[in-house]
């Protein structure tokens, strides 16, 4: 069809001219290369992966890159000792060759691709300050050790359980401790990067996945000090709320995708509830709260913490499961969901997965230990915090759980 036949060439001269756009804003009186440019590398890339031919595709990119090397020097010789002359343009415009040329074959995954280079592009500023002024020592140390958890030690994990009642995956387990550690940590590095620019909403959602709990804990405080915070803080609740069940499912995704199917199906509505009552305070807000401090996720003692909470969890839903049969683990799933929601999603997803419940048992105890959850942050929001907050709040929360219970009920 024609659509296919031009839908690389669209993705080529789209990339090609977001991140023109971006290089021609930023130096407009000195680059050689404007969005003109980049719209045509990008499509020369596409019509050097369109023809199939080594020798054709081989002499285009030697013209790009003898052209961007012209450039450069061009540039460089009329820059007048330029202080910011740096080779970033050049480097975007052989991206965007490449870009245009794998959009034959990977649309998608150049469409992705494309759109992160434009980010980085974008971002420069927030970039700089962040490697300059924000990143700390601690937080490089941090990322090293969890390249290492997934590069180095995961591999060497064994497959399957380790132990004779089939509780202890270990691979699994470190994949999704891995996966957690990952996520907490990027949304910290975007809250460092982009500070209060992200707005309320957002700074509840990125920080929700560091620990909905400590939002829920934070915000009322804020509340109690100043009335006037009250729709602010409760967006920020509201979305560390939808980022708690987000993750939740991002878990299950790892471990079971017919498990995923059936959970997102109740939490789905309940995703769209928080989401959309964050929104509706977030405009109605009289006085942005101040965003608390996180701390870093995968520092050694919170990391060390999360790992052995989430073990403890899983061995006990195990240890219950295998002993106690179907209804002690939907007790101790609840029990969980009032203190972990994650440790207890990924000790019945892992449970499921070696064959050890039904698909109805495991969406049961994860639906209990998800309104478990709901109700431990209705009880730290009433202990904390002053009544109209706690009121609107838990008004957002029962809507949430009814949602979960009626998707559930309608699903069995």
Request: without cysteine; proline residues 3%; hydrophobic residues 55%.
């Amino acid at each position: 069809m024609l659509i296919e036949q031009l839908l690389p060439f669209l993705i080529a001269a789209a990339l090609g001219f977001a991140i023109g756009l971006d290089r021609e804003r930023r130096h407009f009186r000195m680059q050689s290369m404007g969005v003109r440019s980049f719209v045509l590398l990008g499509l020369l890339g596409a019509l050097a992966g369109s023809v199939q031919n080594v020798y054709f595709s081989t002499s285009i990119a030697l013209f790009v890159a003898a052209a961007i090397i012209v450039g450069y020097y061009r540039t460089s010789q009329d820059g007048g000792g330029e202080p910011e002359m740096g080779l970033t343009t050049e480097f975007a415009g052989a991206i965007t060759f490449v870009l245009g040329y794998m959009a034959h074959d990977r649309p998608w995954l150049t469409a992705i691709l494309g759109l992160t280079v434009f980010t980085v592009l974008w971002s420069r500023k927030a970039l700089h300050n962040f490697s300059r002024h924000q990143v700390k020592p601690a937080e490089i140390q941090a990322a090293l050790i969890l390249l290492v958890l997934v590069i180095g030690i995961r591999p060497l994990l064994p497959e399957g359980p380790i132990d004779p009642w089939g509780i202890v995956h270990l691979k699994t387990f470190v994949t999704v401790i891995a996966l957690i550690l990952g996520i907490q940590f990027l949304s910290h590095i975007l809250i460092q990067v982009f500070g209060k620019t992200v707005g309320v909403p957002l700074w509840g959602f990125l920080a929700g996945f560091i620990s909905s709990t400590a939002v829920i804990l934070m915000l009322p405080k804020l509340v109690k000090k100043d009335k006037a915070l009250t729709a602010s803080a409760l967006a920020a609740a509201l979305f560390a709320s939808t980022s708690t069940f987000v993750l939740l499912l991002l878990i299950v995704s790892a471990l079971s995708y017919e498990l995923l199917g059936q959970v997102s199906a109740f939490l789905a509505l309940s995703i769209l509830i928080s989401t959309l009552a964050g929104l509706f305070f977030a405009k109605r807000q009289d006085k942005i709260a101040p965003f608390p401090t996180m701390e870093n996720p995968i520092a050694f003692i919170p990391a060390v913490k999360l790992a052995l909470i989430l073990s403890a969890i899983v061995l006990t839903v195990g240890f219950v499961n295998e002993f106690a049969g179907d209804f002690g683990t939907k007790v101790a799933s609840f029990i969980g969901g009032l203190g972990e929601l994650h440790g207890v999603t990924l000790s019945v997803a892992t449970i499921f997965v070696s064959k050890s419940m039904t698909i109805t048992q495991a969406k049961t105890s994860i639906m209990l230990a998800a309104v478990a959850s709901i109700i431990s942050k209705l009880v730290i929001t009433w202990v904390g915090s002053q009544t109209r907050y706690a009121v609107y709040f838990s008004l957002v929360a029962a809507a949430m759980t009814t949602s979960i219970l009626a998707a559930w009920s309608f699903m069995s």
